[in-house]
């Protein structure tokens, strides 16, 4: 029978290596820079999408 994980919530966890836990926090904070830098330069499309919307509105 394979160990069940749920039996384990109740237990204290148990402490990480420092180097892993150094390389998870650099790899989030890659991932941040690069969902950051992605966002700076792709379109907002609700923005483009109301803009749009303003400049047909305003030719009427």
Partial sequence: MEN???KN???PLKE?????KSKVMRD????KL????AELFSYN????????MKQ?????
């Fill in 16 to 20: 990480v290596p420092k180097e892993l």
């Fill in 56 to 60: 047909r509105e305003n030719k009427k």
């Fill in 34 to 37: 690069l969902m950051d830098l």
């Fill in 4 to 6: 069940n994980p749920f």
């Fill in 9 to 11: 919530i109740n237990k």
């Fill in 28 to 31: 989030i904070a890659i991932a």
């Fill in 45 to 52: 499309i609700g923005d483009l999408i109301e803009s749009v």
